[in-house]
Structures are given as C-alpha cells and as structure tokens.
C-alpha cells in the first residue's frame, strides 16, 4: 500500500492502531447488532460479519506489514510497543499465516540501533503470543544469539534479555506442561516472571 510520507503522520497512526483496531470492530458489532434489532434481511450479496471482520483484520495487517517495510525507525519504534496488541486484534491463526514473525524481524537490518533495540525489547511478548517452542526456537534464538554480537553494545544488552526471558518461559513451560496452565507473567520492561514457589495466602 501507498503509505503516508510524513514520517510524523506514520508514527501518529502507528501510536494509535490499537484505538483505531477496536473502534473498528465497535463499529462492525454495532452495524450487525442493529440490523439484526430491525429485523433487516442481508442482502445475499453482502458479506457475513465474519467475512467482513476477516476484511478488516487484512486491511490492519497490510497497513502494519507496510509500516514495518516502509516506515520511518520512529514508527516502527511506536508499532513495536503497540505490537502484540496488533497481532491479539489479528488473532493467532492469522499472525501465523502471513508470517508475522518474519515481517518482524526485518527490522534488524535497519541502521538505527534504537530501532533494533526496540523489537528485542518487545519480542519476548510476541513469542508468548506465539506460544510455539519449535518456531521460537528456531526463528528467534538464533537471532539474538546473532545480536549478542551487534555493533551497538545497547542492542546487545536487551537481545541478552531478550533470550534470558524467552529462555525462562520456555522452563517454565516445560516444567509447568503437567501441572496446568503457566501462570508466569510477562513483565512490563518484556521480561517473564516464573510462577511464585510461595503458598497462596
């Protein structure tokens, strides 16, 4: 798609999409939940509402695979914070099949250190998201393990945290797979916080 050129418009719009992802799924409920109100027939030609909102989610995600290709290094910066809220709008069926994950990493051949910087610094929550071992693994862990080396010491340092974080949740995953669900967090700074041994109070 033809993106906005104003690196300032790029990064306003990238700060707000996930407003604009649930206005826009306000708007479709509202629109079906009052035609079904009214008793109004579709029209056979008109999509379904799951069409319509598989429409949007593909329209959100061109504009996101977009901004990630084309935009300037302050808008990625501000799509990367809102990343995984984008792809839980998206849902994970879809994030896999347009290989996210790919799109993603693209950004480490950006010269902007501040920018690659960033995506280890928000990538620890997308692989929860994923939730996959195998492709973690495989796609991610020899990244940062790549990174260890950046020329910026800076984006050495969170690709460190970055893999000490994915590395954790992995154990923890494992250790916890016969002992229900992991109820570990992923902390705010992206790290991920292993369940508390103590008993609850």
Excluded at 68 to 84: D, E, P, R, T, Y
Excluded at 192 to 201: A, D, K, Q, T, V
Aim: one cysteine or more.
């Amino acid at each position: 798609p033809d993106h906005e050129k104003d690196p300032l418009v790029q990064i306003a719009i990238c700060k707000k999409l996930p407003v604009l992802m649930r206005s826009t799924r306000k708007f479709l409920d509202l629109t079906h939940a009052l035609k079904q109100k009214a008793a109004v027939a579709l029209d056979s030609k008109e999509s379904s509402y799951d069409k319509e909102l598989h429409t949007i989610k593909l329209t959100f995600l061109n504009m996101v695979v977009g901004f990630l290709a084309m935009g300037s290094s302050k808008a990625k910066i501000a799509l990367l914070k809102n990343f995984l809220h984008v792809c839980e709008f998206l849902g994970k069926a879809l994030v896999e099949e347009k290989e996210m994950l790919m799109h993603l990493t693209t950004v480490l051949n950006e010269p902007d250190w501040e920018l690659r910087a960033s995506m280890f610094r928000h990538v620890p929550k997308f692989s929860v998201f994923l939730g996959q071992e195998s492709l973690v693994v495989d796609s991610l862990l020899p990244i940062m393990t790549e990174a260890l080396y950046d020329a910026e010491l800076f984006v050495s340092h969170e690709a460190l945290k970055a893999l000490t974080s994915i590395c954790c949740f992995i154990i923890a995953k494992k250790n916890n797979r016969h002992k229900g669900p992991i109820s570990g967090r992923i902390r705010n700074g992206g790290g991920f916080s292993p369940p508390s041994s103590s008993p609850p109070p």
